[in-house]
Structure formats: structure tokens, C-alpha cells
């Protein structure tokens, strides 16, 4: 196992290096001043120049590609250009908003979607069924944005039980704080839960014609027990390597959801950044994405080599 688990944390290493590769090129060394991209095309030459002096645009390329690594090592991310103050803080501040947002919205996806995925396999071909798959498809159709809207007008406007938008803060308003946080994680969830109750649904209907299963049943164990002891814990490999993708999703919808609901977290600044042309945030906020996909992935092999010894054994 532990050879299995070097391969893959090499793996994503390595994926991580040629990350930083392509956006430091796409950032800083691609055709076109990042000092003018910066300060706009209406700047001062002098303004410019003390820019490129301050950030070191004015340096070779691989001396200022190895003293970002640098920095990323040493969590020295540089200063935000429009924020006035250091990345890295900055980041820090605005994931005590989204990773607990990316974290209800799987938790949620999870504890809804393998229970209905369940139940669709066991109810193949009835009513039930159907009605599940429906439900999926719509959850696929509808944009969460847009679903987020509905959400506050039904359970803000309409019913006031949730805050339409904004976040007080985990030390001001601890309860307020998780209130303002289950709207967008459910809205952010919506589409993640119609894919991992088909993917769940498709893998139980293939495990359930398996003849260890057949077997189960012949020898007269109870149908809970064949459904969620035999069958489940087999069914779940594909749909943790799903889940983690999904996890990735997450952070990416982020980017429009923390916008819809006026949340200050690495969504909402990675959309301020783009409109302030704050590249160095830019370009260290998606590499924090990275290595978030890359913790979440490994996180995966981890549970996918304790779910299927396989792996474990392979050469």
C-alpha cells in the first residue's frame, strides 16, 4: 500500500510542478506587459516602471519563476496590488469562508445522493426509480446560480428562516455564520447530487448481479443486509473517485455562488481580483485550487485502496 500511495503522491507532484509552469507562463510570460495588464493602458511610464521594479517583472524569466516557488514554499505569496496587503493573509482569511462552504455542500451531496442512488437501485424499474432519475436530470438541467436565487426568494424573502446573503463572521456570530452558509451550500450541491446518485445508482444495479450477491440471498439474509453490507461497500470505489472530482467542482462553482450570495471567500476574491487585474493574487489563488484538488485526489486513493485491495497489490 505504501508503494501505491508513493506512486500517486509523486503523480501529483509532479502534476503540481508543471501547474505552476503553465500559470506562471500564461500570468507573466505569455505576450503582453503584466505591469500594463496591471495599471491599464492609460498609466504613466514612470508609474509602469515602478511597478515592474516593485513585483521584479523586470527580471529574467526563471529567476522570477524560482523566487515565486520560492515564496510558495515559504508562504511569502507577495502583496495584492489592490488590496494593499500580504497574499497569503488574504487567502487564509477568505478560505475560512469557502472551505467550509466546499465542505457542507459535499457532506450534503454524500448524505443525499447515496441514500436515493440506493434506493433507485433497490426500486429498479418502478416508480420509485423513475421518479429518482427525474429528479436527477432536473438536477443536472438546473444551473446552481440560478437555483440559488430561488432559494432566497423562497426561504429569505418569502419565509425569512435564512439570510439572503452576506457572512458575519465565525467569532462575531457563530450560528449566523452557519446559517449564512447552508443556502449557497445547498444550491452548491444541487447538480453534484443528481451525478452521484446515478453514479451510485449505476454502480449498485451492477453489484447487485454479481454472484457473490446472488449467493447472500439464496443463503436467506435479510435485504438490508445484502443492499448495505455487501453490496454498498463494493459500489462505493466509483463512487468515491467521482466524489472526489466533484470536490474539485466545488471550488470552481464557488467562484459564482460566493458571488451570488455576497460571501467573502476565495470565490468571491478570485472574481474581485479579475476585475482589479490583480494578477498576483490570480495566479496564486489557482494554484491553491490545484493543490486543493490534487489533497482532495489523494485523499481519494487513500479511501479507494482501503474500499479495494487491488491496488494495494498491483505492480
Do not use: C
Not at 491599464?40 to 509602469?48: E, K, Q, V, Y
Not at 446518485?197 to 435485504?223: F, Q
Not at 498576483?280 to 481519494?300: D, E, H, Q, Y
Request: charged share 15%; glycine share 8%; proline share 5%.
Amino acid at each position: 500500500m505504501l508503494e501505491f500511495l508513493s506512486r500517486r503522491f509523486a503523480a501529483a507532484l509532479v502534476t503540481l510542478v508543471l501547474a505552476t509552469v503553465v500559470v506562471f507562463a500564461v500570468v507573466e510570460v505569455l505576450p503582453g506587459d503584466p505591469a500594463l495588464v496591471m495599471l491599464g493602458i492609460d498609466a504613466r511610464p514612470d508609474t509602469l516602471a515602478a511597478l515592474r521594479a516593485k513585483h521584479g517583472f523586470d527580471q529574467p524569466v526563471l529567476l522570477r519563476y524560482l523566487r515565486w516557488i520560492g515564496g510558495l514554499l515559504s508562504f511569502d505569496l507577495g502583496n495584492s496590488h489592490a488590496y494593499g496587503t500580504p497574499v497569503a493573509k488574504l487567502i487564509g482569511d477568505r478560505l475560512a469562508v469557502t472551505l467550509p462552504l466546499g465542505v457542507l455542500a459535499l457532506s450534503w451531496a454524500l448524505l443525499v445522493a447515496i441514500p436515493l442512488g440506493v434506493f433507485a437501485a433497490w426500486k429498479h424499474g418502478t416508480a420509485g426509480d423513475w421518479g429518482v432519475m427525474g429528479f436527477t436530470q432536473i438536477g443536472i438541467s438546473i444551473p446552481n446560480f440560478w437555483f440559488g436565487i430561488v432559494l432566497v426568494l423562497v426561504f429569505a424573502v418569502t419565509w425569512q428562516v435564512f439570510p439572503s446573503g452576506g457572512f458575519p463572521g465565525w467569532r462575531q456570530d457563530l450560528p449566523g455564520s452557519i446559517k449564512a452558509l447552508i443556502l449557497p451550500a445547498l444550491s452548491l450541491s444541487l447538480g453534484e447530487i443528481a451525478i452521484l446518485t446515478r453514479v451510485t445508482r449505476s454502480a449498485m444495479l451492477d453489484t447487485l448481479r454479481e454472484d457473490y450477491i446472488r449467493t447472500a440471498k439464496a443463503k436467506g439474509a435479510p435485504e438490508h443486509i445484502v443492499l448495505f453490507h455487501h453490496a454498498l461497500r463494493n459500489a462505493m470505489i466509483p463512487v468515491t473517485t467521482v466524489a472526489g472530482l466533484i470536490a474539485g467542482f466545488l471550488v470552481a462553482g464557488a467562484v459564482i455562488i460566493e458571488s451570488v450570495f455576497r460571501l467573502p471567500g476565495v470565490g468571491q476574491l478570485v472574481y474581485d481580483s479579475i476585475n482589479n487585474r490583480d494578477l498576483i493574487v490570480i495566479k496564486n489563488v489557482v494554484i491553491l485550487f490545484t493543490i486543493l484538488v490534487l489533497a482532495v485526489n489523494l485523499l481519494v486513493d487513500l479511501t479507494y485502496a482501503l474500499l479495494d485491495p487491488r491496488p494495494r497489490v498491483a505492480t
